[in-house]
C-alpha cells in the first residue's frame, strides 16, 4: 500500500536559517512519482518539483533541493536562506503511476519563517 | 502557461441542500481529478475520470458524489444533499496522462451551515 510520512508537524525557524522538510514514503512499486507542494495561506496548491523513481539525482532550484534516497525512501526537501514567504504548509506526495494515477499526500508540515 | 480553472472560489450552502462545483480542465488533458482537504488536514483523493467514465475512486467517493463531463470543456463535481462533514476545500486537478503533468486547480471552498 502506498502511504507518505511527514513526520513533522509544525517547524520555525528565523528568517535566514536553512530548513529540511522530511519526507519517508513506502510503496510495493518500482515505478512511482515523488512530488512536493507548497500550500500558502490562500490555499491553493503550488507544484513544486515531480521526481520519477528512475531518477535520483538531487535537485537545486534556487534556494530550493531536493534529496533523494531510495536505499531509504526519503524524498527531503530543503529550503536554505529561508524567507518570511517561505511561510506556508508542505505535502510530500506520491503517484505509482502508470498503473495508479491518484496522488497520495502526505500529512503536510506547517512552516512558520519568523522575521 | 495553462491552468485548470474551478469556479466559484467559495460557497457556502445549507445542509441538506445539493452543490455542484465546477471545473475546466487544461483543454488538451484527457485525465479529471477531484480532491477532498478537510480544513487543517491533508489532500485526499475523491475520484479519477478518463475516457467519459470514473476510473477510479476512493473510499469518500460514495453514493453522494457524481462527477460529470457534460460538455467538451467541463467538469463537474455533484454532492447531493450535503453535510456539514462535506465542508471543506475542493481540488480539481487534470492531466495529458497519468501523474505525468498532473495540474491543480486553485480549489473551491465549500461551507455547510
Known amino acids: 500500500a502506498q502511504k507518505v510520512t511527514q513526520a513533522q508537524t509544525e517547524i520555525s525557524v528565523v528568517e535566514k536559517e536553512d530548513v529540511t522538510l522530511d519526507c519517508v514514503y513506502e510503496t510495493r512499486d518500482t515505478t512511482y512519482y515523488l512530488f512536493w507542494y507548497k500550500q500558502p495561506p490562500s490555499g491553493e496548491l503550488v507544484f513544486l518539483i515531480r521526481?520519477?523513481?528512475?531518477?535520483?539525482q538531487n535537485e537545486i532550484s534556487g534556494r530550493y533541493s531536493w534529496n533523494f534516497q531510495k536505499s531509504t525512501s526519503s524524498f527531503n526537501f530543503t529550503i536554505t536562506a529561508s524567507q518570511v514567504v517561505d511561510s506556508a504548509v508542505y505535502f510530500c506526495a506520491l503517484s505509482e503511476a502508470p498503473r495508479d494515477d491518484k496522488i497520495i499526500f502526505g500529512k503536510g508540515t506547517r512552516l512558520h519563517i519568523l522575521p | 502557461e495553462p491552468e485548470v480553472t474551478q469556479t466559484p472560489s467559495h460557497q457556502v450552502t445549507q445542509m441538506g441542500q445539493e452543490v455542484i462545483l465546477r471545473c475546466v480542465p487544461i483543454s488538451n488533458h484527457l485525465y479529471f481529478y477531484w480532491y477532498r482537504q478537510i480544513l487543517g488536514q491533508k489532500v485526499e483523493f475523491l475520484v479519477s475520470?478518463?475516457?467519459?467514465?470514473?476510473?477510479?475512486k476512493s473510499e469518500i467517493f460514495d453514493d453522494q458524489f457524481s462527477v460529470e463531463r457534460p460538455d467538451g470543456s467541463n467538469f463537474t463535481l455533484k454532492i447531493r444533499s450535503t453535510k456539514l462533514e462535506d465542508s471543506a476545500m475542493y481540488f480539481c486537478a487534470s492531466g495529458p496522462r497519468g501523474a505525468d503533468g498532473y495540474t491543480f486547480g486553485s480549489g473551491t471552498r465549500l461551507t455547510v451551515v
Open positions: 521526481r520519477n523513481s528512475f531518477d535520483e
Open positions: 475520470f478518463y475516457n467519459n467514465e470514473i476510473s477510479e
